[in-house]
T-cell receptor, first 115, second 114 residues
Framework: AQKITQTQPGMFVQEKEAVTLDCTYD???????LFWYKQPSSGEMIFLIY????DQQNATEGRYSLNFQKARKSANLVISASQLGDSAMYFCAMREGWSNYQLIWGAGTKLIIKP | DVKVTQSSRYLVKRTGEKVFLECVQD?????MFWYRQDPGLGLRLIYFSYDVKMKEKGDIPEGYSVSREKKERFSLILESASTNQTSMYLC?????????????FGPGTRLTVL
């Protein structure tokens, strides 16, 4: 079974609109962390935002926020006021357990911002 | 800022050649990782290392080996390159303490095996 599912292979969004990228996860470990990364066409993976399973509040980093719904096992990335530079691949990833160094990755969503 | 560098951005090799991909990080991170990335499959872990000379297999170690003789350097070796190893290879590093201990990535090496 997929542990990280990103159901949107591609999305087109008008510039300045808000974007929600979906991520659902599957784990039986009560301690886990969820990550979002951005990969522009240049190839380098850029860390965007992190949410721990015990965090009470949704994580925010500038224009990025994470809509964490624990009971539904979803961790959607919200980008407010999208910009042309937001066009990229976006990956959701999970770490199960605090001592586990490995990340489990989703297949990614390709986001294209239209001017 | 954390800097992770990879020896080549693009590499073209022939089937059967021995290929070395080098990765260096400058932030004294304990953990280092090698991934391969293929369209629609996300990132798949090949090997990781949590200390010098220590290594653990990831999800797809077949056809690959690694070496970590110094803390800052982690090498991926393709013993006998095959066409199905044509891919993007990404190196990453992270600290051991945390969370979040996010992984920091290099720019990637796009390897083509002919």
């Amino acid at each position: 079974a997929q542990k990280i599912t990103q159901t949107q292979p591609g999305m087109f969004v008008q510039e300045k609109e808000a974007v929600t990228l979906d991520c659902t996860y599957d784990t039986s470990d009560p301690s886990y962390g969820l990550f979002w990364y951005k990969q522009p066409s240049s190839g380098e993976m850029i860390f965007l935002i992190y949410q721990g399973s015990y965090d009470q509040q949704n994580a925010t980093e500038g224009r990025y926020s994470l809509n964490f719904q624990k009971a539904r096992k979803s961790a959607n990335l919200v980008i407010s006021a999208s910009q042309l530079g937001d066009s990229a691949m976006y990956f959701c990833a999970m770490r199960e357990g605090w001592s586990n160094y490995q990340l489990i990755w989703g297949a990614g969503t390709k986001l294209i911002i239209k001017p | 800022d954390v800097k992770v560098t990879q020896s080549s951005r693009y590499l073209v090799k022939r089937t059967g050649e021995k290929v070395f991909l080098e990765c260096v990080q400058d932030m004294d991170h304990e953990n280092m990782f090698w991934y391969r990335q293929d369209p629609g499959l996300g990132l798949r872990l090949i090997y990781f290392s949590y200390d010098v000379k220590m290594k653990e297999k990831g999800d797809i170690p077949e056809g690959y080996s690694v070496s970590r003789e110094k803390k800052e350097r982690f090498s991926l070796i393709l013993e006998s390159a095959s066409t199905n190893q044509t891919s993007m290879y990404l190196c990453a590093s992270s600290i051991s303490s945390g969370p979040p201990n996010e992984q920091f990535f290099g720019p990637g090496t796009r390897l083509t095996v002919l």
